[in-house]
């Protein structure tokens, strides 16, 4: 419970044994009142054991879905138990779990809530066609939302019972669409989307990619996906 | 006449492989449907190759043998998306499934210990039903 609200949060996790039982353990540390439930997206490795052992309940898929299935996976066990809140958070311990009260409260005045890098708070830089990516987004889903949205691919997402219940019905499990068709289709529906900023830490394992080719390539499905979500039905 | 041959056999051999998987039932009814109309067609051109001649002249085709070809590579460009739209949409079906599936086994694995007299019980009601 936080200010009287049921929360759940929900940990997709993909081959992540090496940062995901501390990931859980701090969650529970300073959010004891709050349920985690871990979603195992078909790792090969110990993430579900190691998550078990960690206190979190786990949701094992039966093989590698990708974010976007592991989430609806938790949405609709959220909307299935009667959560009011359901906060998405890095299995690689990037996302402070000191933020999730603060992202709790935003969502008072709105159904989604975006925990964001670029907002002020914290240092986060990126280079290269994956800024390019990162500001187009921003530029056009703000325009959309009407309020500024710095950091629209952030893992870290708080959604009201209105918004959980959406998703358990309807979450796109393509690459990118969990993040930006997500907000579009939110943002079309006149859901009301803020943002919250938070500081992210270095990730305890796993590391980020930056070759060229890959960021370009990461440019060029944002963009498809973005033209797709703002024609789709 | 050669040319006549090698369609007529070719298009007869299609007609054969469908019927057979039709027949052992390896094959979807829409899609056998589909197969059976397109071998339908195909036979008697494989026949008379000519066939189309005068139709292709009136759209401006020299040779009908060359609508044909046209026509067909037409239609297997359309089944291509076709199939794409059904894999997708069997994905879609998979995936709910496998999500179907690790929410009931997290149910599971939380229900609360089964009281061993109510299993006994429930078995031997089991047990009485099989016998009935």
Known sequence: MINGKRVLIVIPAWNEEASVGHTVGEVRGELPDVDVLVVDDGSGDRTCEVAREAGAIIARLPYNLGVGGAMRLGYRYGYEHGYDVVIQVDADGQHDPRYVPKLVDALDEADFVIGARFAGEGDYRVRGPRRWAMTVLSAVLSRMAGTRLSDTTSGFRAANRRTVELFARWYPVEYLGDTIEVLVRLLRSRYVVRQVPVTMRPRRAGIPSHSPIKSTLYLARALVILVLSMVRR | ?132
């Not at chain 2, 492989?17 to 390896?26: A, C, D, H, K, S």
């Not at chain 2, 998306?81 to 690790?102: G, K, Q, Y």
């Open chain 2, 1 to 132: 006449m050669k040319l006549t041959v090698l369609t007529a056999v070719t298009g007869l051999v299609l007609l054969l492989i469908i019927f057979e998987l039709v027949r052992r039932r390896q094959l979807r009814e829409k899609y056998a449907v589909l197969w059976g109309a397109v071998g339908i067609v195909v036979l008697p051109l494989g026949f008379f190759p000519r066939l189309l001649d005068t139709v292709s002249h009136l759209v401006g085709v020299v040779s009908g043998v060359s609508l044909v070809l046209f026509l067909g590579v037409v239609f297997l460009l359309l089944v291509c998306v076709h199939l794409s739209w059904e894999v997708s949409r069997l994905e879609e079906e998979t995936r709910t499934l496998a999500e179907d599936l690790a929410l009931l086994r997290t149910e599971v694995r939380n229900l609360p210990p089964a009281d061993p007299a109510q299993v006994l019980a429930h078995e031997k009601s089991q047990v009485a039903d099989d016998q009935r």
